[in-house]
């Protein structure tokens, strides 16, 4: 069964600097498009980063020059740095992939989010 576990949100201050991981696992023969997300309570849930399987990436606007997304297929997994952090970036983050297993249909899935928190 496919899962998609994301790690390494937290609590950090204005400015400051986190990396969250989203690694795949669970009988994939091919990763394709990924993809990172946000949402706040109340609010519905925004694209903030995309990276293509050829590793062509497309930002929000707000996160643009701050945050850069990447990917390891060797490992199955992607990667958001997250720099010059802001308290509006304080959000769930989510990804996505979609992903190709033997004998089914290409299939969007979705991880279970992690919180990060920017306060002083």
């Known amino acids: 069964q496919v899962q998609l576990v994301e790690s390494w949100g937290g609590l950090v201050q204005p400015g400051g600097s986190l990396r969250l991981s989203c690694a795949a696992s669970g009988g994939i023969a091919i990763v394709g498009a990924m993809g990172w997300y946000r949402q706040v309570p109340g609010k519905q849930r925004e694209l903030v980063a995309t990276?293509?399987?050829?590793?062509?990436?497309n930002y929000e606007d707000a996160v643009k020059g701050r945050f850069t997304i990447s990917r390891d297929d060797a490992k199955n997994t992607m990667y958001l740095q997250l720099n010059s952090l802001k308290p509006e970036d304080t959000a769930v983050y989510y990804c996505n992939a979609n992903i190709y297993i033997r004998g089914s249909p290409w299939k969007l899935y979705w991880g279970q989010g992690t919180q990060v928190t920017v306060s002083s």
């Open positions: 990276i293509t399987s050829g590793g062509s990436t």
